[in-house]
């Protein structure tokens, strides 16, 4: 790259970072590289010739043309499955219910709606506990779909309707953890649909992964509006249940807030949070919503990662204290989650601890879940030879080896 296209790349990096508010130490921790390296690109005296950088800063500044002017293919469309066998009869599903279900219903359909309920609540049995969770809650995901898709087309009773919405909610949660976005978020949308039709807190739940969906899959400013308009209509005198999806809700617009950069706003909801999450039980909660004094100490890391303070993140970590009884997807998720900023720090040892933490507590969350394999990826580039057993260790567990 000719030293003048340099330039241009780093005014371009410098002059949007700028218009967003955001300092060169807070980009540079974003990506996982030192502030004195951001200096230097932006002046044009370094290129920038690593993808997964660049690509890393397009995200965060929303450049869409940054990877055009480094001569780079641009990012298009939804990242593949690692796992698409596996996931195969889950879309399969999905689909089906989209379209078949406004012209006719197999006998099969019929079977697995008689049997909803009970599927319901052994699907959940498996995804909240640790050994095999993903395949053996992904053997019964098709079956829920359809059954919840002939139950959403038979009826309109709130009672019956509950199940189908668990259904969807569950099947939700599993597709996001294995990268399966879209998916997830047609899922969601379904669920959503179906709970505007029952009164009680089934809706604000669902609107609680929907947000989710948007913020995973980077639409942050629809996240946090979305979540804040469902905590603000949501009652809280309905039921706890309710009041606690509300605290949910505004903890995960807390969790978009900061990925705007909106730094206040993100510690007046996170505060808002804190005080309703006070004296809540560390027990799992209906329709896999989640929120308690945990979940507030999680979300409070996730904030800190999102406005690129990586110290501190990994500071408010050191004082979570998570249950040993604690459901396996959440513990696991919040090791998976300083794993991977950890291995965007460059502190190797530190990621693996944690993957390690991960693969004890369930081992194919290390397999299955789309950000553990995202931070293997970076240690196997880096080959670092004080971790090598370690992570060949991990690396077996994800099928990578």
């Not at 967003?20 to 502030?35: F, H, I, N, P, Y």
């Not at 997964?52 to 055009?68: F, N």
């Not at 038979?154 to 969807?168: F, G, R």
């Amino acid at each position: 790259m000719a030293e003048g296209t340099n330039r241009d790349v780093g005014d371009r990096i410098a002059g949007a970072r700028r218009q967003r508010g955001m300092s060169r130490k807070t980009l540079a921790d974003l990506v996982g590289r030192s502030e004195e390296w951001l200096r230097q690109i932006e002046n044009g005296h370094r290129r920038l010739d690593s993808i997964e950088c660049a690509v890393r800063i397009a995200e965060v500044l929303h450049l869409g043309d940054l990877m055009t002017l480094l001569g780079l293919p641009a990012r298009t469309g939804a990242k593949p499955s690692v796992h698409t066998a596996l996931v195969a009869p889950v879309r399969e599903a999905v689909m089906d219910c989209v379209a078949v279900n406004a012209f006719t219903q197999p006998d099969t359909w019929s079977e697995a709606a008689a049997t909803l309920e009970a599927d319901v609540a052994e699907a959940g049995r498996r995804w909240l506990g640790r050994a095999g969770r993903y395949g053996s809650t992904l053997q019964l995901l098709p079956r829920l779909l359809r059954g919840a898709a002939a139950r959403l087309h038979a009826t309109t009773d709130p009672v019956a309707l509950q199940p189908a919405i668990a259904a969807c909610l569950l099947a939700r949660t599993v597709l996001s953890r294995m990268g399966e976005e879209q998916l997830a978020w047609l899922t969601a949308d379904r669920a959503l649909s179906a709970a505007a039709r029952v009164t009680g807190p089934a809706l604000p739940a669902a609107a609680w992964h929907v947000s989710s969906c948007y913020l995973e899959q980077g639409h942050h400013m629809e996240a946090y509006r979305f979540a804040l308009g469902a905590a603000e209509s949501a009652t809280a005198g309905d039921s706890p249940e309710t009041g606690n999806h509300r605290g949910a809700l505004r903890l995960l617009a807390a969790e978009a807030a900061a990925a705007l950069l909106e730094v206040d706003r993100a510690g007046e909801l996170l505060s808002v949070a804190r005080d309703a999450a006070t004296g809540l039980a560390d027990q799992p909660q209906p329709h896999l919503v989640p929120f308690n004094m945990t979940e507030v100490g999680m979300a409070a890391v996730q904030i800190a990662i999102h406005l690129g303070h990586g110290a501190e993140a990994i500071r408010l970590a050191s004082e979570v204290d998570v249950p040993d009884a604690y459901p396996a997807d959440r513990q696991a998720r919040h090791y998976i989650s300083l794993a991977h900023l950890h291995a965007r720090r460059n502190e190797d040892a530190a990621a693996v601890f944690a993957l390690g933490k991960v693969a004890t507590l369930s081992p194919e969350d290390v397999r299955y879940d789309s950000l553990s394999r995202e931070a293997l990826h970076r240690l196997q580039r880096r080959n670092n030879l004080t971790v090598r057993r370690e992570l060949a260790h991990l690396t077996r567990l994800a099928g990578m080896t």
